[in-house]
């Protein structure tokens, strides 16, 4: 492999160079979301993230294995092992099934994901389609002893389990500590200790989603779906598994505690995981009236932003930012970004229209290494996008006819540039072509050439005609030396 890609693992607090488990194929299971919601930011990031690590992998030359699950089942209302299945709940109150509340936020989620220009995973598995195995692994963790059935429920032994291993290994978080400081939960005197967690739980008599289990009718717990699914799509070891920061604990730890209880080995060599998102510095919430959701972003309608951002603005704007760093969102700062993405994309279709001339004077040599350098670097976009910045000048120099660019020296940035900008960042045009709509992109260009001619026939009332309807419908032209210049 003639890429090294460095990525920081959260198992072992570094970068390490990431060597895959076997030659050119990688294992990538990511935790993908949970129904009951609007898909909002908090969505957007994981997704667009590793999107990015999905793109980049599959470029260096690895066949990748995406798996992204969705959680349609056993995730209670407080997140914890109790209240009510949230799905099954909003099936009660909407007089519906289940599986069609899961369908309409799955439909809604793959929508957003398609604006956002997020390649489709190459598995997504449902947590309800999965649950044979989900309880042959509860069976495996009690044969091998780290758990224990109570009143028809199964949950995982923590105690037992740190004697032998290391709980609390990926969240630094100390099980001595925990134990004191649990807060007591309701149903908890099921368990024998506070941390112990659900890997199986008897459902209640107006509990609708269940399922027959040796130990009862009843769910499995949240953490196990990732486990299952996990081994059964990539293995009982695989390279990659990524979330949310918020997903680190419990989620993560307990996946670890299962697979290796059921396993007897570790699963997962590198843990990634991006940062929060937080909007004007406040951490986001539905009781904080700070919940924004992606449809709300696309159409501006919400009291927090001043205007409608596009899904590649809304992708812009956290490629502007590493992904291990938290991203604060304002409106100002979305703005910020919009102007950016369009200076960026303008420069992107000028430099298709630069003439060549003999030999260069601008120099754009080492920007392939230079983008690729910042990717291999646990995927520092936001280095690439300022390298993409820096050729910018280049092109409006040669563009204003200040500088020249040879040849092969076009033909290399125009590469460049596609390939990172489209081919890897993901983005795409939407203003200058109208949501990426190619068609009515080339019936602005007819209608432009159109004005052209008529303006060679000195026919001005069919120029004028044409560039002032054209201009009432939003569009701003200009004249260029080579011909003319649109956007919306
Ligand atoms: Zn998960």
């Known amino acids: 492999m003639e890429h090294k890609l460095s990525i920081y693992n ?76 949230k799905v099954a709940k909003k099936a009660r109150l909407d007089e519906v099934e289940p599986m069609e509340v899961v369908q309409y936020y799955v439909n809604r989620y793959h929508k957003a994901m398609e604006m956002l220009n997020i390649l489709p995973p190459s598995i997504e598995p449902h947590a309800s389609g999965h649950i044979m195995e989900q309880i042959d692994f509860v069976q495996k963790i009690l044969d091998a002893g780290f758990a224990y059935v109570s009143e028809g429920s199964v949950y995982f032994d923590v105690e037992k389990y740190n004697l032998k291993h290391n709980y609390g290994k990926l969240s630094g978080r100390n099980v001595e500590d925990m134990l004191e400081t649990t807060r007591e939960l309701d149903g908890q005197s099921e368990k024998r200790r506070s941390v112990d967690f659900a890997l199986w739980k008897k459902a209640s008599p107006e509990h609708i989603m269940r399922w027959k289990a040796p130990w009862s009718l009843g769910f499995p717990g949240w953490h196990l779906e990732c486990s299952a699914m996990g081994t059964k799509y990539l293995g009982e070891q695989f390279d990659i598994h990524g979330g949310g920061m918020d997903l680190m604990f419990p989620h993560h730890e307990c996946e670890i505690a299962q697979s290796t209880a059921a396993l007897g080995k570790e699963t997962v060599k590198y843990w990634m995981h991006n940062n929060m998102i937080t909007i004007n510095g406040q951490k986001m919430g539905k009781s904080l009236g700070n919940f924004i959701t992606l449809e709300e972003f696309f159409t501006g309608n919400h009291p927090l932003l001043t205007q409608a951002f596009s899904p590649m603005t809304v992708r812009f704007f956290i490629l502007q930012a590493h992904y291990r760093s938290t991203v604060d969102f304002s409106s100002a700062a979305l703005e910020a970004s919009e102007k950016g993405l369009s200076r960026l994309m303008e420069g992107y279709a000028r430099l298709q229209k630069l003439a060549a001339s003999a030999t260069s004077s601008v120099e754009t040599a080492g920007l392939r290494d230079k983008c690729e350098e910042a990717m291999s670097d646990d995927l520092n976009t936001p280095i690439v996008i300022s390298y993409l910045f820096d050729a910018l000048k280049a092109i409006n120099l040669v563009h204003d006819g200040k500088e020249t660019i040879s040849s092969a020296d076009l033909g290399e940035l125009k590469a460049v540039f596609s390939l990172f900008i489209e081919d890897l960042l993901g983005l795409k045009a939407e203003n200058e072509a109208g949501s990426g709509n190619e068609a009515y992109k080339k019936a602005i260009d007819l209608l432009l050439n159109m004005r052209l001619e008529a303006k060679q026939n000195k026919d001005w009332a069919t120029s004028d005609k044409i560039r002032n309807e054209l201009t009432a419908l939003g569009f701003e032209i200009k004249d260029t030396k080579d011909g003319f210049e649109w956007k919306i």
């Not at 970068?15 to 009951?36: D, Q, R």
């Open 10 to 85: 959260t198992l072992s607090r570094k970068k390490e160079e990431f060597v895959p488990l076997h030659a050119n194929k990688v294992g990538m299971y990511v935790c993908g979301p949970t129904v009951y919601g609007d898909g909002h930011l908090g969505h957007a990031r994981p997704a667009i993230t590793f999107d990015i690590l999905f793109r980049y992998l599959t470029h260096i030359g690895y066949k990748v294995r995406y798996v992204r699950n969705i959680t349609d089942v056993g995730h209670l209302e407080n997140d914890a092992d109790s209240g009510e299945d």
